[in-house]
């Protein structure tokens, strides 16, 4: 059966679970760049999917998923130095980076099933 709205897709799904996770854990952080930052990076993960689902073509959807697997890479590397800085602890950090990692490998696998062929350097 095919999917009929974005709202049923699995990566979506989890992206704005992982939004929630990421704004609740820096809701305090006085760096507000970088509190700025990593919210736009992981809310733009669910919104990239949700506004690809809906274009005309599959080719137009799996370039929005890419963009949406850029962004939760754009995340991790935040993660990464949020532990660095001190703003989350290491344990926290993995958990969460390992959230962004189950992201990308269901949206890759969206990808997949989408059955187009698109390269990332085409110029569409």
């Known amino acids: 059966m095919a999917i009929q ?3 049923d897709i699995k990566g979506w799904q989890k992206a ?3 939004a929630v996770q990421i704004y609740s854990e820096f809701k305090d952080l006085r760096d507000f760049g970088f509190r700025d930052q990593i919210s736009r990076a992981v809310v733009s993960i669910s919104n990239n999917i ?4 809906d274009r005309r073509t599959d ?3 799996a370039r929005f998923v890419y963009i949406a697997i850029g962004s939760c890479s754009e ?3 935040m993660l990464y130095l949020a532990y660095r800085l001190n703003f989350v602890e290491r344990d926290k950090a993995t958990c969460l980076i390992e ?3 189950e ?3 269901i949206l890759r696998g969206l990808i ?3 059955h187009v062929n698109y390269s990332k350097n085409t110029n569409n």
């Open 5 to 7: 709205k974005f709202e």
């Open 16 to 18: 704005q679970d992982f």
């Open 50 to 53: 949700a506004e690809g689902f």
């Open 59 to 61: 080719a137009d959807f």
């Open 75 to 77: 995340v991790k590397s």
């Open 99 to 101: 959230q962004a990692n």
């Open 103 to 105: 992201i990308s490998k």
């Open 112 to 114: 997949k099933s989408l």
